[in-house]
């Protein structure tokens, strides 16, 4: 059974630094694609960043426009986790992250999220 679990999320004031976690289990973990997404009450859940894999060990890292620059996605494949390090957080980056998974070009499975409060 594929579990994802994130933590890390809270409350920060803007211009502020918030590292999220996303703990793997039950996926081949270093050959799949993983991802973040953000929803707002009220609007469509958005894409963040993901970390692709293209095969051994090279892996593809692509950004939202909103968050280039200040966001960074990251795995580690021995502890099966996938981080997300947000900087310089903006009022705007405020939601509930999902931590995503699954083989390349696909995300199939979803984590229950974390809350992420940008307070200006």
């Known amino acids: 059974q594929v579990q994802l679990v994130e933590s890390g999320g809270g409350l920060v004031q803007a211009g502020g630094s918030l590292r999220l976690s996303c703990a793997a289990s039950?996926?081949?973990?270093?050959?799949?694609?993983m991802g973040w997404f953000r929803q707002v009450p009220g609007k469509e859940r958005e894409f963040v960043a993901t970390?692709?894999?293209?095969?051994?060990?090279?892996?593809?890292?692509d950004y939202a426009d909103s968050v280039k620059g200040r966001f960074t996605i990251s795995r580690d494949n021995a502890k099966n986790t996938v981080y997300l390090q947000m900087k310089a957080l903006k009022s705007e980056d405020t939601g509930i992250y999902y931590c995503t998974a699954g083989k390349p070009g696909t995300y199939t499975y979803w984590g229950q999220g974390t809350q992420v409060t940008v307070s200006s």
């Open positions: 039950g996926v081949t973990f270093s050959s799949y694609t």
């Open positions: 970390l692709r894999w293209s095969g051994g060990s090279t892996y593809y890292a």
